[in-house]
């Protein structure tokens, strides 16, 4: 028997956590240099089209992501290494597929999409340019779940920051380059850099796993098992899909809904689009920050549930889901104290804004439920429950865009704020019922 050992989840968050940090650190600068050398209208330009890019990866690749992360580490630690192989290629060959159809659906209606969707026709030339990043973004993705199943995050985080690094150095070489040529130097090449990003990113991902030369698979091999591959992958990656397009979906009704909800309550349409923006600009962003490091366990949580689960070793599934529940809900409290102590004045120093220190007091109690819920997700996905983890997330999203209209209009965006509480409380408790029961059975 295989002993699951706690340190690779703790040593695989930690670099998942520094290269997060390192990325957001080069982002924050790169915004900057955006914002100066194109305009704020420019920006507002590159930023409108992400919806549709996070739509398009959600529906190609992010699922698939997962499942293989599942799959490989279910397959790995029943020494099954050229199997773990065969559900890469397989994973792959499904979301280039997929990939391929997003960008010819792109490119044939990108004039569509842009004045019908979002309401702004020079958005055409950038949606054609996103939609060749969606193949290599699918090759990247697909590669770094496979290394997330044998819980190595090395190969992912030294690819992220490779695609952060080379489309920000490609955008500033493109600048120079039109500059030097008196060329007009449009936020279209913000768009070309993203592309030569993920072109990177998945080539340094296909040089390293064509070196590996462990779990290595024949043709005929491959072939006999593709399709037994593609139904397990499809099980389990559909739900997270559906999951993953949902949120995309919400998210984008929320950032059009809270603004005129706020104008029934009261609001002129300056005052709505105000505090939308001091609440997902300021408050949010504080409150969700220390969720970098929960996250990060969540990516390494996923792969080690499915090893001990293959194992069929539920005394160690019991410790670790308790061991890892306890941690973050426990720096969830932590947290949820400090912003109630400090989130008035951390509002004020910070951003100079009243309104926001009373958003991040109140949006505190969600803490100790948020940190927990991602991991809770996780574990569950791990036991490859990904239509109950499907499920329970709707059910909370449903709860909260009810907020949205129907809090809204009669409490302001207080009604919005204990709709997250709401939302992330009744996952909460969904999980946890669902999990105890899981692991109470003999």
């Known amino acids: 028997m295989i002993q699951i050992q706690k340190h690779p989840i703790i040593k695989g968050a930690f670099i998942l956590t520094m290269t997060g940090f390192i990325t957001r650190f080069i982002g924050f600068f790169y915004r900057i240099f955006l914002s100066r050398t194109f305009g704020e209208e420019s920006v507002g330009l590159y930023q409108l089209i992400f919806p ?62 842009a004045e019908q969707f979002l309401n702004e026709p020079r958005c055409e030339s950038l949606l054609v340019i996103l939609s060749y990043a969606f193949p290599f973004a699918s090759i990247h993705s697909c590669i770094c779940g496979y290394y997330f199943g044998l819980k190595q995050t090395k190969i992912p985080a030294i690819s992220q920051l490779i695609e952060q690094i080379t489309r920000v150095l490609s955008v500033y070489i493109l600048y120079l380059f039109f500059i030097k040529h008196s060329l007009n130097a449009g936020i279209i090449i913000a768009v070309i850099g993203l592309t030569i ?34 139904k397990e992958l499809l099980l389990l990656s559909v739900p997270l899909t559906c999951n993953r397009v949902l949120l995309n979906i919400l998210q984008s009704i929320e ?19 105000s505090t939308y923006g001091v609440l997902t600009g300021m408050a949010l962003p504080c409150v969700l920050f220390p969720s970098a490091i929960t996250n990060a366990v969540a990516t390494m949580l996923l792969p080690t549930i499915a090893e001990i689960q293959a194992l069929n070793n539920r005394k160690e599934m019991t410790a670790v889901v308790k061991k890892v529940s306890v941690l973050c809900f426990s720096l969830g409290c932590f947290c949820c104290i400090f912003l109630l102590l400090f989130g008035r004045l951390a509002g004020n120093i910070l951003f100079h804004s009243r309104l926001a220190g009373e958003f ?64 992330q409380l009744f996952t909460f408790l969904c999980c946890l019922t669902f999990l105890t029961h899981y692991l109470s059975k003999k």
């Open 197 to 230: 990003g993920e072109i990177a990113s998945s080539f340094f991902c296909i040089q390293v796993i064509n070196s590996k030369k462990s779990g290595t698979i024949s043709i005929p091999s491959f072939l006999s098992g593709y399709t037994c591959h593609m």
């Open 255 to 273: 950032s059009v809904s809270i603004p005129l909800q706020l104008q029934t309550f009261g609001f002129s349409t300056s005052e709505s689009l």
């Open 52 to 113: 549709i890019y996070a739509l398009g990866f959600s529906l190609t690749a992010a699922g698939i992501e997962t499942a293989i992360s599942r799959c490989v580490a279910s397959k790995v630690s029943l020494g099954k290494a050229s199997h773990a192989k065969e559900i890469l290629y397989t994973g792959i060959s499904i979301s280039i597929a997929l990939s391929c159809l997003a960008t010819f659906f792109l490119q044939r209606h990108s004039a569509f999409i």
């Open 360 to 423: 991040i007091i109140t949006l505190a109690w969600i803490c100790p439920f948020l940190y927990t819920n991602s991991n809770f997700i996780s574990i569950i996905n791990g036991l490859g429950y990904t239509m109950i983890s499907f499920l329970f997330n709707t059910l909370g999203l449903i709860i909260r865009i009810g907020s949205v209209f129907f809090l809204i209009p009669f409490l302001g965006i207080r009604g919005y704020l204990w709709g997250l509480l709401g939302s």
